[in-house]
């Protein structure tokens, strides 16, 4: 009995708690982030994507960390996953049945559209919905349909690596030019003054290397996994 008097203690403490928060957060609440980028998003960055300018402007560093967890979560999955033969091709268990020549049609037919949509996506994240991470990912999903179109496909997984470590560095490279030109971190290194079309081909560029990288990333991550299927 006085375990469950105990128990309900602690959840009115707890309660009590949450609700004093919501309060708290109620009073502190305010539009001011908001009207900020609503007012000066596009002229600051040249993103008509407000959420691009925050990923690649406002908060560049948040991006930088969430591809550096990205590429460490990659290494990772390698090491858990090595082997001590050498392999190149990622065969999983659908290799054990036949796949079916319909599947193999259409896999063929949606490979280069979803290819194109990512690019799309990727090229188009500064002024409509997507950017690098998404289109990364479309892209990544693309090439991973090869593997049922060409299950003997030779994957180098060492050399995605290196390639994605390559992009990283060309990424906090591009994100830091900033500091010469501006004498800021992390944002566009175009003048402050100048045109938002020209400030758009640093959010263009950014978001190919990200896009890339996280692509690579992905496609790592799951011909690792494909590998240990089998």
């Known amino acids: 009995m006085s375990r469950k008097i105990l128990l309900v203690a602690m959840f009115a403490v707890l309660f009590g708690v949450f609700a004093t928060s919501m309060i708290e957060l ?43 967890i990205l590429l460490i979560a990659v290494s990772g999955v390698i090491w858990i996953s090595k082997h001590d033969v050498e ?51 479309i892209v990544a999903t693309a090439i991973l349909i090869l593997y049922y179109i060409d299950a003997n496909k030779e994957t180098n997984i060492g050399l995605i690596v290196t390639v994605e470590k390559i992009l990283y560095l060309l990424i906090v490279l591009m994100a830091s030019i900033s500091i010469i030109t501006q004498g800021a971190f992390f944002t566009n290194f175009f003048n402050p003054s100048a045109d938002a079309d020209l400030k758009a081909i640093y959010l263009v560029l950014l978001n190919v290397l990200i896009g890339f990288k996280v692509a690579l990333g992905l496609w790592t991550i799951f011909t690792a996994f494909l590998k240990e299927g089998r």
């Open 26 to 68: 109620e009073t502190l609440f305010n539009t001011y982030g908001k009207t900020y980028f609503l007012e000066h998003g596009y002229a600051e960055t040249g993103a008509s994507n407000l959420v691009t300018a925050i990923l690649l402007d406002y908060r560049l560093f948040d991006s930088l960390f969430e591809a550096g």
């Open 87 to 137: 392999e190149k091709n990622a065969k999983f268990m659908i290799d054990k049945y036949k796949t079916p020549d319909l599947f193999i049609t259409f896999a063929r037919l949606v490979y280069p559209l979803m290819l194109a949509f990512g690019f799309y996506v990727i090229i188009n994240g500064h002024i409509s919905p997507g950017g690098g991470f998404q289109g990364g990912a």
